[in-house]
């Protein structure tokens, strides 16, 4: 059972905008920012959002995070058969004084 | 550019130990904490603890404190996940990641090792 919690799946069309959410509580997102990272099948995790908004050089400016209070969300718009991936949340929990992770969300286009 | 490159596949004994390597270049070893995230087949990532090989400090998740230590030797930028009393339950993709302190967030994973357990 992970200590952030994602939708196992999610799912659109070419085109669409699609939204994966991540809840949490007070001792990680409520005091921590979240990053959220990209897993294609078979690879190492990607970085693809840090402090909750901000995306790293190269990653698309369709991709957007946000986050309130104790939850965050990743948006996709434009969606593309490459976006296919699994997608995890991440955060600092103060409480653990851990590393926490969402259970991922397996996106399919 | 920065990257991180891990020692091959392991098979292993129930019991038994298991030590992997993360060899960093492209940035300045000792200027960043290194951590170590495994993901057991079709699961979810897991974070298990991380060093600073500035002074080799280290911190653990509590699941892996005791059984998991993780070193590095400077002088050859790598750093090691060493797992004891492996049981079937560590087969698992093991990555280590570097965690970048101006973005908060690890930016660079290595490619993954696949440890295997089975009696």
């Known amino acids: 059972q992970s200590v952030l919690t994602q939708p196992p799946s999610a799912s659109g069309t070419p085109g669409q905008r699609v939204t994966i959410s991540c809840s949490g509580s007070?001792?990680?997102?409520?005091?921590?920012?979240v990053n959220w990272y990209q897993q294609l099948t078979g690879t190492a995790p990607k970085l693809l959002m840090y402090?909750?908004?901000q995306r790293p050089s190269g990653v698309p400016a369709r991709f957007s995070g946000s986050k309130s209070v104790t939850s965050a969300s990743l948006a996709i718009s434009g969606l593309q058969s490459e976006d296919e991936a699994d997608y995890y949340c991440?955060?600092?929990?103060?409480?653990?004084?851990?590393?926490?992770f969402g259970g991922g969300t397996k996106l399919t286009v | 550019q920065m990257q991180l490159v891990q020692s091959g596949a392991e098979v292993k004994r129930t019991g038994s130990s298991v030590k992997v390597s993360c060899k960093a270049s492209g940035y300045t070893f000792t200027y960043s904490f290194l951590h170590w995230v495994r993901q057991a087949p079709g699961q979810a990532l897991e974070w298990m603890g991380w060093i600073t090989p500035l002074s080799g400090a280290t911190n653990y998740a509590q699941k892996f404190q005791g059984r998991a230590t993780i070193t590095s030797d400077r002088s050859k930028s790598i750093a090691y996940m060493e797992m004891s009393s492996l049981r079937s339950e560590d087969t698992a993709m093991y990555y280590c990641?570097?965690?970048?302190?101006?973005?908060?967030?690890?930016?660079?994973w290595g490619q993954g090792t696949m440890v295997t357990v089975s009696s």
């Open positions: 402090n909750n908004d």
């Open positions: 007070s001792s990680n997102i409520g005091s921590n920012t």
């Open positions: 990641a570097r965690w970048d302190s101006s973005l908060t967030a690890f930016d660079v």
């Open positions: 991440g955060a600092w929990d103060d409480s653990l004084n851990a590393w926490v």
